[in-house]
């Protein structure tokens, strides 16, 4: 009981044009569902995304500027710690820690990714004074060495003036 159906050619292109017509409905709708609610990639955006979106990009800027200061600071302290005192070393660490501390002191900014330059200078400052007194102390070690050699060998020079004192007087 198989039955062909024979469709005219005419009868042919409109159901092809229902069918068409049936999926974009379809398709819209299920867009229309599923994208509803959605914000609007290209609509205009507002002043508040525009200020928001200009001091990310002061922040993004000041923070690869505060990186790269971060970054000399600690090559600096590293040398500090094995090189002799040098002043103008010492001056230009503690301004760049102040300068990074106050990179945004006077730019109004809600955004509380800016406390990170605080924290590191906090942490420079920190590391910085670990590392003077580090120098500190193995400058002090080096100065009792000195002073403990200089003491042996006057001790082993006034032993053996010693030694060769009794040895005239017991000679004699």
Same mark, same amino acid.
């Not at 990009?57 to 600096?76: C, H, L, N, P, T």
């Not at 406390?115 to 920190?126: E, G, H, N, W």
């Given at each position: 009981?198989?039955? #062909?159906?024979?469709? $005219?050619?005419?009868?042919?292109?409109?159901?092809?044009?229902?069918?068409?017509?049936?999926?974009?409905?379809? #398709?819209?709708?299920?867009?229309?569902?599923?994208?509803?609610?959605?914000?609007?990639?290209?609509?205009?955006?507002?002043?508040?995304?525009?200020?928001?979106?200009?001091?990310?990009?002061?922040?993004?800027?000041q923070q690869q500027q505060a990186v790269q200061i971060y970054d000399s600071v600690m090559?600096?302290? @590293?040398?500090?710690? #094995?090189?002799?005192?040098?002043?103008?070393?010492?001056?230009?660490?503690?301004?760049?820690?102040?300068?990074?501390?106050?990179?945004?002191?006077?730019?109004?900014?809600?955004?509380?990714? #800016?406390?990170?330059?605080?924290?590191?200078?906090?942490?420079?400052?920190?590391?910085?004074?670990?590392?003077?007194?580090?120098?500190?102390?193995?400058?002090?070690?080096?100065?009792?060495?000195n002073q403990l050699n200089e003491c042996m060998i006057g001790y082993k020079q006034n032993?053996?003036?010693?030694?060769?004192? @009794?040895?005239?007087? $017991?000679?004699?």
């Amino acid at each position: 009981m198989e039955e #062909t159906i024979k469709m $005219s050619r005419i009868e042919k292109r409109h159901y092809l044009g229902y069918l068409v017509a049936m999926y974009v409905v379809g #398709t819209a709708l299920l867009a229309a569902i599923i994208f509803w609610g959605v914000a609007n990639p290209f609509s205009p955006i507002s002043a508040s995304d525009r200020e928001q979106l200009r001091q990310a990009r002061i922040f993004e800027g000041q923070q690869q500027q505060a990186v790269q200061i971060y970054d000399s600071v600690m090559a600096k302290v @590293r040398v500090l710690k #094995t090189s002799p005192g040098n002043a103008v070393l010492e001056s230009d660490i503690e301004n760049q820690i102040n300068y990074l501390n106050s990179m945004y002191d006077g730019v109004p900014n809600k955004d509380m990714r #800016t406390f990170s330059f605080y924290q590191m200078a906090l942490y420079l400052q920190r590391h910085y004074q670990d590392a003077l007194i580090l120098r500190k102390k193995a400058d002090n070690i080096r100065i009792f060495q000195n002073q403990l050699n200089e003491c042996m060998i006057g001790y082993k020079q006034n032993e053996d003036y010693m030694n060769r004192m @009794r040895a005239a007087q $017991s000679s004699q």
